[in-house]
């Protein structure tokens, strides 16, 4: 699990990885990674490698500059839910004034950490890492929503929801993957993709769709069109699936 510090406060910054860091170690979580930043420009940049669930911590009361505008924590936080719902976002602020404000822009914060005091500040930090951890756990063991890929030199955690269609590759055994999110490529054989959930059917040679996916049935081209609007192949054999699944 990615943990992100957020603060333009060098000093503290440093501080907060070493607590978090010997945190980690204590509590046998040293396969975590924490990344520090100063610059919003490099963090909102994390936003865009989705899948992995990490855990936020940001400064709220400081001022950033963003393409010629000034920003703050909370602006940086909503960037975050826009396109991440589950990473915790865990708040720091010296003034504790500010905390009930907050509530206003139903950002689902985890928790709020007064950098002043730094004794308490710690346990909370723990406590925020222990349940963040035991909620990714609980998700990354439900087996029936998830499966992994090796992709591009990582490996890729897919929810079955995101997935529209496979399609054979134009390199031998390779799969091309499209989700609502990207495009990825990995070696797999189409059968056993189909195999995975009973939401994923075989309609083609080529094609493997997620039926939830699926708009609209063509029988005169012989096709289907994919909620992001890709058209897929149909072969003869799978025509009367794909009708009931459309009258469903």
């Known amino acids: 699990m990615d943990i992100l510090i957020f603060d333009n406060d060098v000093c503290f910054g440093i501080k907060l990885k070493e607590k978090i860091n010997n945190i980690l170690i204590k509590e046998g979580f040293d396969n975590d990674v924490i990344r520090l930043y100063y610059n919003a420009n490099l963090l909102l940049k994390e936003l865009t490698e989705k899948n992995k669930v990490k855990i936020y911590f940001i400064v709220v009361d400081a001022k950033y500059k963003i393409s010629n505008e000034l920003c703050d924590g909370l602006w940086i936080a909503q960037k ?13 602020t010296n003034h504790i004034e500010m905390i009930l404000g907050i509530f206003d822009y139903r950002l689902e914060v985890m928790d709020f950490i007064l950098k002043h005091d730094m ?26 929503n998830f499966f992994t890929i090796y992709s591009d030199s990582s490996l890729w955690k897919i929810s079955f929801d ?23 490529e990995f070696y797999k054989s189409l059968r056993s993709l189909s195999d995975l ?12 769709v997620n039926k939830y996916h699926i708009v609209s049935l063509d029988l005169k081209k012989n096709n289907i069109k994919m909620s992001n609007g890709h058209i897929c192949r149909i072969s003869n054999t799978y025509r009367n699936i794909l009708k009931n699944i459309i009258k469903t």
Do not use: G, M, W
């Open 119 to 144: 004794e308490i500040a710690e346990s909370k930090i723990k406590a925020c890492i222990k349940i963040a951890h035991k909620r990714y756990v609980k998700e990354k063991n439900y087996r029936s």
């Open 162 to 184: 995101e997935v529209i269609y496979f399609e054979t590759s134009a390199i031998p055994h390779k799969i091309k993957l499209v989700t609502t999110s990207r495009i990825f």
């Open 80 to 92: 975050i839910r826009e396109s991440d719902y589950i990473s915790p976002i865990i708040f720091l």
């Open 197 to 208: 959930d009973a939401c994923f059917i075989r309609v083609h040679k080529s094609f493997v």
